[in-house]
């Protein structure tokens, strides 16, 4: 059990890599991976070997940024991916002090296979298993390797501060080639480098985005979606993020599932295949409470996601808990743990299709297509109190819902606007008694109590 590494890309773009917890980034596919690691005064400080670091999206989309403290100061690498099949590794100096950084090439996982070559070419270029992969900003100031894998990572250290050991390609039978490649930071400076993420060689793209230019991209990506403002913050930063990390994976074949999540969302890219847009069919999933991983013995959020959803979509109200549960495990970068079957496994598979569990989980607490019309919130859960919500283009049967809630003292009001065939409206969790069937338009709904 794991929590999953969150997938970086391009959209319109098949190549991905993963940024697991600590920061490390592995590209889907290879076996190899590119760490950091923080020199400050005489000490190493690696996130790897469980240095204190936190983990944030920028802007909620698929760009991460992991920062350890160090001296005083946070070192903070961020992570994301840009057109051409790359991403951008860039680790820079937000402490008071100079430092050294390492780029590190070595095995995604500790006890997996890696790279049986590491060869720098004494410049910006490293060349994995003889394959252009890594391309610095700027030459290394040194770099150093181990080929054995009864050599330890202290050898290595020792080999980087000596700084009188000349490069030599790392070779290793065994396949667990490592090697740092260290730049002195001074203050506010960065050490940056591009990463393939594919099989491709490694290529410079004519610019460069900086992390906020690509967060921006991302909000235009999903601006025609399905979109929401919640009353509780947490839950609209979960939703805003998973949005994101969906429509990405409509990239890379996903996962029915997931495939059908996104239709429900309009997070379609032009590589989706046209879908029916149609009341979702839902069955009611076994067992009470979260979801137990036969193959883990620990709760299971995509099962626990999936029974939310039926139970939301049912009227139930322990759905709720379920989703409440949901975001007390996410992580910071809202990925949830679970479990990786394969050797060489990213994790991403797991985690699209909890993604897309949790977001149906939400669509049914905000719209819940039903036999006889279209339930708008049919929950409205204590905590949300008299805030207001606007939920927008939501596809239903063969059209769009956009609709939006706000308070009178203690009645709420409902506006909304229907694009396409009529339907019964109704509002369940505000009013059990209102209906409509106008197109659009508003109403004052009756009185609601709040409960302790």
Not at 409 to 421: C, H, I, N, S, T
């Amino acid at each position: 059990m794991a929590h999953n590494g969150v997938v970086i890309g391009a959209l319109g773009q098949a190549d991905r890599g993963v940024v697991d917890p600590r920061g490390l980034l592995a590209p889907c596919g290879q076996a190899w991976s590119i760490d950091w690691w923080v020199q400050s005064g005489n000490a190493w400080h690696l996130a790897s070997r469980g240095a204190v670091v936190r983990q944030r999206l920028v802007g909620h989309a698929p760009v991460v940024e992991t920062a350890m403290r160090v001296g005083g100061g946070d070192v903070v690498c961020t992570e994301y991916g840009v057109p051409g099949g790359v991403a951008v590794v860039d680790v820079t100096n937000q402490t008071p002090m100079p430092i050294a950084v390492a780029l590190v090439v070595g095995p995604a996982r500790p006890d997996a296979a890696g790279a049986e070559t590491i060869a720098w070419d004494g410049q910006r270029g490293v060349c994995i298993d003889g394959r252009p992969s890594v391309l610095f900003a700027r030459v290394p100031a040194r770099a150093a390797g181990r080929s054995s894998s009864e050599e330890d990572e202290d050898e290595l250290f020792g080999r980087l501060e000596s700084g009188d050991a000349s490069w030599r390609t790392v070779r290793c039978a065994g396949r667990r080639a490592q090697a740092a490649f260290v730049f002195p930071l001074p203050r506010t400076t960065s050490a940056r480098a591009v990463v393939a993420l594919g099989a491709d060689p490694v290529r410079l793209p004519s610019s460069i985005p900086g992390p906020a230019e690509v967060a921006r991209g991302w909000d235009r990506l999903v601006a025609s979606a399905l979109a929401v403002d919640l009353p509780a913050p947490r839950l609209g930063d979960a939703v805003e993020a998973c949005r994101r990390r969906l429509l990405l994976a409509q990239d890379v074949e996903p996962p029915a599932p997931a495939v059908a999540t996104a239709a429900r969302w309009a997070l379609l890219t032009a590589a989706s295949a046209p879908r029916r847009r149609g009341r979702r069919r839902v069955r009611r999933p076994s067992g009470a409470g979260p979801a137990i991983s036969h193959r883990s013995g620990g709760l299971d959020p995509r099962a626990t996601l999936e029974r939310a959803a039926f139970e939301l979509a049912e009227g139930e109200a322990d759905g709720l808990m379920r989703l409440r549960w949901a975001l007390d495990v996410a992580t910071d970068v809202w990925t949830w743990p679970t479990v990786i079957d394969s050797p060489h496994a990213t994790g991403m598979e797991d985690d699209v299709l909890v993604t897309a569990a949790f977001l149906d989980a939400v669509r049914e607490l905000l719209v819940t297509e039903r036999r006889h019309g279209v339930a708008m919130c049919p929950h409205w859960p204590e905590e949300w109190g008299r805030a207001g919500l606007d939920v927008r283009r939501v596809p239903i049967g063969g059209g769009l819902l956009s609709f939006a809630i706000r308070w009178h003292g203690d009645r709420p009001a409902v506006l909304w606007e229907l694009e396409g065939p009529a339907v019964r409206l109704t509002a369940p969790g505000l009013d059990p008694a209102w209906s409509a069937t106008a197109p659009s338009g508003e109403a004052l709904l009756a009185p609601r109590i709040a409960t302790a």
